[in-house]
């Protein structure tokens, strides 16, 4: 698949392969409406930059991280691909659980796109696939190896999201102690900008990863190939085309999404939003490293808790984060349900 005419011969020839790429890039398009924003809420709300300019350059940079992390190091999107086995199972059978998984992905998050809620994508995807693949194979389906990457990121990135934050924000707190606000205005302003624009890098280079290697799994699996870490690559064609759904995704819906995260959550400054942009990131950056699928959304708002506690605790709106925290934990036992259960029907209808 070296060229975007090659890809389209493909799908025309096989309308399994379309459907399942459509969907794919729904679930796309919904992580631009739930998982984009967060990377450039702190950045909007704190009027830094208009919610238009915002939106490009979150899709500008999500391209780049995507291009850049997958040419350093593709283990997250190895990691995906490989949580699950689908057995000697046909590619057209594969490809049927792989489109289930999907449509329950985008019903899962559209429910809580619908509700303001900031659901992970991440999150979702991993539920989704390993629901749809268990419904297929059972207990067999699950890689136990790679899904303990999921657990060991889910733990880190609370801890490195809310510590990092907290460190960096009381770190800025201190050194800029007995400065003029005024004057140090333009610098956060400026810092917070340059914050975000980590942010969407790495928003790009965990989930574009993540979702981009699900449309080649489609094709491999057709093709009868299978994905190893040597031997996966993601052209530049479909990073440019899923970057601009993901922005669009963000466009549609991401102002419920900035309004949960950067406003009803915590009340935050620029160097706050600096500190949070500059903790999340850097946690991103280390899970990315090693391989480690997880979710921006979760990094990030936990970012922000980590900077509302160096004021007070009490700063923090815990119904906001009651809130999210219920879904995050419900994400996985609800979508992979919902996975399960379409993928049943599916392969009752259509295998």
């Known amino acids: 698949m070296n060229s975007i005419l090659d890809f389209w011969s493909q799908m025309t020839a096989n309308p399994l392969l379309f459907i399942a790429v459509m969907l794919t890039l729904g679930v796309i398009l919904v992580n631009g409406w ?24 979150a899709a ?15 283990e997250v999107a190895v ?8 057995g000697e199972n046909s590619g057209k059978t594969v490809i ?16 809580a796109w619908v509700f303001g809620i900031p659901t992970s994508e991440s999150h979702a995807l991993i539920a989704g696939l390993t629901g749809g ?3 297929l194979c059972g207990m067999d389906a699950i890689v136990w190896g790679q899904w303990l990457k999921v657990v060991y990121g889910i733990a880190i990135s609370v801890v490195l999201g809310f510590g990092l934050a907290w460190v960096i924000c009381k770190l800025v707190t201190k050194i800029f102690y007995h400065a003029d606000r005024p004057k140090t205005e333009p610098f956060f302003k400026g810092a917070q900008i340059l914050g975000a624009a980590s942010m969407a890098f790495m928003h790009g280079a965990q989930d574009g990863q993540k979702f981009m290697g699900i449309i080649l ?13 040597s031997t996966f690559e993601i052209p530049t064609w479909l990073m440019i085309l899923c970057s601009i759904i993901m922005g669009a995704g963000t466009a549609m819906g991401g102002k419920k999404i900035i309004k949960s995260v950067g406003m009803d959550m915590v009340k935050i400054e620029k160097y706050q939003g600096f500190s949070a942009d500059i903790a999340s990131s850097l946690s991103l950056v280390f899970c990315s490293v090693f391989g480690l699928p997880v979710s921006t959304t979760h990094v990030k708002t936990t970012a922000i808790m980590g900077v509302g506690a160096v004021r007070r605790v009490s700063a923090i709106n815990f119904g906001v984060v009651k809130e999210m925290v219920l879904t995050w934990i419900l994400t996985f036992p609800g979508c992979g349900l919902l996975a399960f259960l379409v993928t049943k029907l599916f392969l009752s209808v259509f295998n």
Not at 34 to 57: G, Q, S
């Open 34 to 57: 739930t998982d984009a924003p967060n990377a450039i809420a702190t950045c909007v709300v704190t009027r830094c930059m208009p919610p238009k300019a915002a939106i490009l350059m």
């Open 60 to 74: 500008a940079f999500n391209f780049l991280g995507v291009f850049i992390m997958t040419k350093i190091n593709n």
């Open 79 to 86: 990691t995906i691909t490989t949580m699950v086995n689908f």
């Open 96 to 111: 049927i659980v792989l489109c289930a998984a999907m449509l329950a992905i985008v019903s899962w998050a559209t429910l």
């Open 133 to 135: 693949a268990m419904a």
């Open 217 to 229: 799994l489609c094709v491999f699996t057709l093709q009868g190939a299978g994905t190893t870490g």
